[in-house]
């Protein structure tokens, strides 16, 4: 069971280029999130998506771009990067409830030159 | 009041030791609170969901006081494993949680 897959696992880019960051989960939630963690910071929310066709910011959302494919896949895009968007990345999915908690992926570790 | 404050620590205890954490939290709406651990450069993984009338999970013990506004956690017996960064995490009152910036927990032999 492989739970949330997040791809790449790291990426170097050049300011001004773009990305995709691709998340999926198999656990059939409903609710999905991206993250940014950088040190000091904590877990700052992006964008999220509470229910299939559905997106909404977050704390930190510009920047960046999300697309909530299908229930299963939600992408977050950078369309020009920049150094200040280089950190570690999460995607985390949950089941419909305020009392669900939070399941993540392991990361993409994302550096902007 | 910050959305959620913890001491960041670090908390140096040597194995066997009985540690304790607390939260504490602004959001008077919160309903559901958890706490999560996160090793060095890997993601958050959850660790205990906490209720209101406390609860126990083999050696860690949460506890929530709704009227002061925190939580808590209790690790007894304390391993070199137990090693750590723990978040305090609520929910927002929508779809979204709200994560602490962690307490670290080192266990020394």
């Known amino acids: 069971n492989a739970g949330v897959t997040q791809t790449p696992k790291f990426q170097v880019l050049k300011t001004g280029q773009s990305m995709t960051l691709q998340c999926a989960q198999d656990m059939n939630h409903n609710s999905m999130y991206w993250y940014r963690q950088d040190p000091g910071m904590g877990l700052r929310l992006i964008y999220y998506s509470a229910s299939e066709g559905t997106t909404d910011k977050g704390e930190v959302p510009n920047g960046y771009n999300v697309s909530r494919l299908n229930k299963r896949e939600f992408s977050l895009r950078l369309e020009s990067a920049a150094p200040s968007q280089t950190s570690v990345y999460f995607c985390?999915?949950?089941?419909?409830?305020?009392?669900?908690?939070?399941?993540f992926g392991d990361g993409t570790r994302l550096s902007i030159l | 009041r910050k959305e959620v404050e913890q001491d960041p620590g670090p908390f140096n205890v040597p194995e066997g030791a009985t540690v304790a954490f607390n939260c504490t939290y602004s959001n008077s709406a919160s309903q559901s609170f958890f706490w999560y651990r996160q090793d060095c450069r890997k993601e958050p993984k959850l660790l205990m969901s906490?209720?209101?009338s406390g609860n126990e999970d083999g050696r860690f013990t949460a506890q929530l006081n709704r009227a002061s506004q925190y939580i808590s956690l209790l690790i007894r017996d304390s391993k070199l494993s137990d090693s750590a960064t723990y978040l305090c995490v609520l929910d927002s009152g929508y779809s979204t949680l709200t994560f602490g910036k962690g307490t670290m927990l080192l266990v020394s032999p």
């Open positions: 906490v209720y209101s």
């Open positions: 985390a999915s949950s089941g419909a409830g305020h009392n669900q908690p939070q399941h």
